[in-house]
């Protein structure tokens, strides 16, 4: 980490505004405080000292950013503002204490006793359908809706062109490539479904993945809450879990994949980084080995922290291209943000839901059955949005789609 934290980042912003267009916040209200370079303004007096942390300024307009980096890919000078704001949020939250619902969020869905309580607690009232019926708009139904989002696909909800199950190619591939499988928090809490078709799916396609004990939460939402030294620690115990090699470490969580390759920055784990790897791009490096057909429109929605953090774009729609006859059609502003952000859409409801607004129009324009996304917490937005709008589409992570294609094709039972 560099004496000024992350801030140097910033320094190579010269005003120019292109970024202003790719910031949904800044679209959601037209406030030039609210854009990349209103608050990189705004983090640049607070490191000089010229504005507070308890500055009304600071405080509202840093704590309704995304952190969604759409404005990075954009910016003709290369500024990092990802690494920015969370140097910001690191001053800041030496100075006051993240807000009470941040600290309960991160505690009983990180903490590895408390989150499996928590998570347990959560399948079992998933499991009841309460959520589903309950999904709609306002907090508590939103957050209702997110739930019924993680539930698994019953693997009913596309359709087959001929309804017949196939032999598999015989040509198995021979290579078996071992990969170690990141597993995080909430998506082993309730998504671990996804990881399931994670390991089928990468091992037709020549992958022999490993399971890793000891592994913890990437520290992505304790980075984002800015505080950097718990997310230190949870990197640390991560390192040591995956240990010394060049095995690469698969990862099917957009945010937490671009977490673990920031461990470079945080804990000067730069080779641990260079390991990391989307689950798609994995598939994609293999082809990947095609599916059964499987009739059914999907709208793909790339989670920011794959396509902006990651810069990682085609290679999701190549493992979508896998799966014969399916149609995938893209949204205008699949690059900008659906609202998620971790725990934005728990703390900021008013700016999460409009940043969600015109992704949900988009949708019922294009009318998918499916919305394809790599990211829990994007599956989990998009999801009690569709509910709550009124939507009859689904939100799913691309591999379940492989994998539902692999199923049919009779890779697997
Ligand atoms: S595009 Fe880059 S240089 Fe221009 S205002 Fe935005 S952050 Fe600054
Ligand atoms: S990270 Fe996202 S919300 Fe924050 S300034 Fe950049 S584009 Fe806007």
Same mark, same amino acid.
Request: aromatic letters at 6%; one cysteine or more.
């Given at each position: 980490?560099?004496?000024?934290?992350?801030?140097?980042?910033?320094?190579?912003?010269?005003?120019?505004?292109?970024?202003?267009?790719?910031?949904?916040?800044? &679209?959601?209200?037209?406030?030039?405080?609210?854009?990349?370079?209103?608050?990189?303004?705004?983090? @640049?007096?607070?490191?000089?000292?010229?504005?507070?942390?308890?500055?009304?300024?600071?405080?509202?307009?840093?704590? @309704?950013?995304?952190?969604?980096?759409?404005?990075?890919?954009?910016?003709?000078?290369?500024?990092?503002?990802?690494?920015?704001? =969370?140097?910001?949020?690191?001053?800041?939250?030496?100075?006051?204490?993240?807000?009470?619902?941040?600290?309960?969020?991160?505690?009983?869905?990180?903490?590895?006793?408390?989150?499996?309580? %928590?998570?347990?607690? $959560?399948?079992?009232?998933?499991?009841?359908?309460?959520?589903?019926?309950?999904?709609?708009?306002?907090?508590?139904?939103? /957050?209702?809706?997110?739930?019924?989002?993680?539930?698994? #696909?019953?693997?009913?909800?596309?359709?087959?062109?001929?309804?017949?199950?196939?032999?598999?190619?015989?040509?198995?591939?021979?290579?078996?490539?071992?990969?170690? &499988?990141?597993?995080?928090?909430?998506?082993?809490?309730?998504?671990?479904?996804?990881?399931?078709?994670?390991?089928?799916?990468?091992?037709?396609?020549?992958?022999?993945?490993?399971?890793?004990?000891?592994?913890?939460?990437?520290? !992505?939402?304790?980075?984002? /809450?800015?505080?950097?030294?718990?997310?230190?620690?949870? !990197?640390?115990?991560?390192? $040591?879990?995956?240990?010394?090699?060049?095995?690469?470490?698969?990862?099917?969580?957009?945010?937490?994949?671009?977490?673990?390759?920031?461990?470079?920055?945080?804990?000067?784990?730069?080779?641990?980084?260079?390991?990391?790897?989307?689950?798609? =791009?994995?598939?994609? !490096?293999?082809?990947? @080995?095609?599916?059964?057909?499987?009739?059914?429109?999907?709208?793909?929605?790339?989670?920011?922290?794959?396509?902006?953090?990651?810069?990682?774009?085609?290679?999701?729609?190549?493992?979508? /291209?896998?799966?014969?006859?399916?149609?995938?059609?893209?949204?205008?502003?699949? $690059?900008?943000?659906?609202?998620?952000?971790?725990?934005?859409? &728990?703390?900021?409801?008013?700016?999460?839901?409009?940043?969600? /607004?015109?992704? &949900?129009? #988009?949708?019922?324009?294009?009318?998918?059955?499916?919305? $394809?996304?790599?990211?829990?917490?994007?599956?989990?937005?998009?999801?009690?949005?569709?509910?709550?709008?009124?939507?009859?589409?689904?939100?799913?992570?691309?591999?379940?789609?492989?994998?539902? #294609?692999?199923? %049919?094709?009779?890779?697997?039972?």
């Amino acid at each position: 980490m560099s004496e000024r934290g992350g801030f140097e980042a910033l320094d190579a912003c010269v005003h120019c505004g292109f970024c202003l267009q790719a910031c949904p916040t800044f &679209l959601a209200t037209g406030d030039e405080a609210d854009s990349p370079r209103g608050r990189i303004e705004l983090m @640049r007096a607070l490191e000089a000292g010229e504005l507070t942390p308890d500055d009304a300024a600071v405080v509202v307009h840093l704590d @309704r950013c995304l952190g969604c980096r759409g404005c990075e890919p954009v910016c003709p000078s290369g500024v990092g503002y990802g690494r920015g704001i =969370e140097a910001a949020r690191a001053l800041l939250a030496t100075k006051r204490r993240p807000a009470p619902l941040a600290r309960a969020a991160l505690w009983a869905l990180t903490t590895p006793g408390p989150s499996r309580i %928590a998570y347990t607690l $959560a399948r079992a009232l998933r499991a009841t359908g309460i959520p589903s019926r309950l999904a709609g708009w306002g907090r508590f139904r939103f /957050a209702m809706g997110m739930l019924a989002a993680t539930k698994p #696909s019953d693997g009913r909800t596309l359709g087959r062109p001929d309804g017949k199950r196939r032999q598999p190619p015989s040509d198995s591939p021979t290579v078996r490539q071992s990969v170690a &499988l990141f597993r995080g928090c909430v998506m082993d809490g309730l998504f671990s479904h996804v990881h399931d078709a994670t390991v089928r799916t990468l091992e037709v396609n020549g992958y022999a993945v490993r399971e890793v004990p000891g592994q913890v939460c990437c520290g !992505a939402l304790h980075a984002h /809450a800015g505080l950097r030294e718990e997310a230190r620690r949870l !990197a640390r115990a991560n390192v $040591a879990a995956f240990g010394d090699g060049d095995e690469p470490i698969v990862v099917n969580s957009a945010g937490c994949g671009a977490m673990l390759k920031e461990y470079g920055h945080l804990v000067a784990e730069a080779r641990f980084a260079t390991r990391v790897r989307d689950v798609t =791009e994995l598939l994609a !490096a293999r082809g990947p @080995r095609p599916g059964a057909p499987v009739d059914a429109q999907v709208a793909y929605d790339p989670p920011c922290h794959l396509l902006h953090a990651q810069r990682i774009a085609d290679e999701p729609y190549r493992v979508l /291209a896998a799966i014969p006859v399916l149609r995938v059609v893209s949204l205008p502003d699949a $690059a900008q943000c659906c609202g998620s952000a971790g725990l934005f859409t &728990l703390l900021e409801p008013a700016m999460s839901r409009a940043v969600l /607004a015109p992704k &949900l129009a #988009s949708l019922r324009t294009a009318s998918p059955q499916v919305v $394809a996304t790599g990211n829990p917490g994007c599956l989990m937005q998009l999801g009690a949005g569709l509910a709550a709008g009124g939507l009859r589409a689904t939100a799913r992570h691309p591999v379940e789609l492989l994998d539902e #294609s692999y199923r %049919a094709a009779g890779y697997y039972a």
